[in-house]
């Protein structure tokens, strides 16, 4: 059974850092995404980062410079390290994970419609 916990979110002011950690559990592939990804209220679910199994890291333009998306294999855990937080990074942050990361010829990793394993999320606050 796949599990995903998240940790490490919380409030801070503008400009702060956060570091979000992602234990994972039950799920071992060798090819596989992992994936950071946030929701507002009243807003869509965006994709923030995703780091695939060749190591290879993408981010949304929003949060580019700004937030740097990890993992520590002999841990089984996905981390997001968020430096100069902004209000508009406020949010329900998600970690996600994936077999695989192409499909039908399309790389996978930001789309968060084609992650099957979630974890329960954690709240960001940033205040101004």
């Known amino acids: 059974q796949v599990q995903l916990v998240e940790s490490g979110g919380g409030s801070v002011h503008s400009g702060g850092s956060l570091r979000l950690s992602c234990a994972v559990s039950g799920f071992t592939y060798s090819r596989y995404c992992m994936g950071w990804f946030r929701q507002a209220p009243g807003k869509e679910r965006e994709g923030v980062a995703a780091?695939?199994?060749?190591?290879?890291?993408t981010y949304a333009d929003s949060v580019k410079g700004r937030f740097t998306v990890s993992q520590d294999n002999a841990k089984n855990t996905l981390y997001l390290q968020m430096d100069s937080l902004k209000p508009e990074d406020t949010a329900m942050y998600y970690c996600?994970?994936?077999?695989?990361?192409?499909?039908?010829?399309?790389?996978?990793?930001?789309?968060?419609?084609?992650?099957?394993?979630w974890g329960q999320g954690t709240q960001v606050t940033v205040s101004s």
């Open positions: 996600a994970a994936e077999i695989g990361f192409y499909r039908g010829g399309l790389y996978i990793c930001q789309r968060s419609d084609e992650y099957r394993f």
């Open positions: 780091i695939d199994s060749t190591g290879t890291k």
